[in-house]
């Protein structure tokens, strides 16, 4: 398994993407978008993030403890915001 960032997405591997191994099974995957730019100091004076700012997502990769059933609850699990 190889985890990258979106600029990072290719055929060949950057550097700095991380690889793990993972046994041949289904594992089910959650992905947390973080609000980085909400904590204090995640931002520099130029507004690029600063060394403390938080990831964008964190990603928890499990293995399916129960038989194969559905994976997906919902293709989007926000709320979408409202226009104006």
Not at 13 to 31: G, K, Q
Not at 34 to 60: C, F, M, N, Y
Request: no cysteine; net charge negative.
């Amino acid at each position: 398994m190889w985890l990258s960032g979106i600029k990072a997405v290719g055929a060949e591997a950057w550097p700095e993407t991380v690889e793990f191994a993972l046994p041949a099974v289904r594992h089910p995957v959650v992905i947390h978008l973080i609000a980085w730019k909400d904590e204090p100091g995640s931002l520099k004076d130029d507004g690029t993030p600063s060394k403390s700012a938080l990831p964008d997502l964190v990603v928890l990769i499990t293995p399916a403890l129960s038989p194969p059933g559905v994976f997906r609850s919902a293709g989007e699990t926000f709320d979408r915001p409202k226009d104006g």
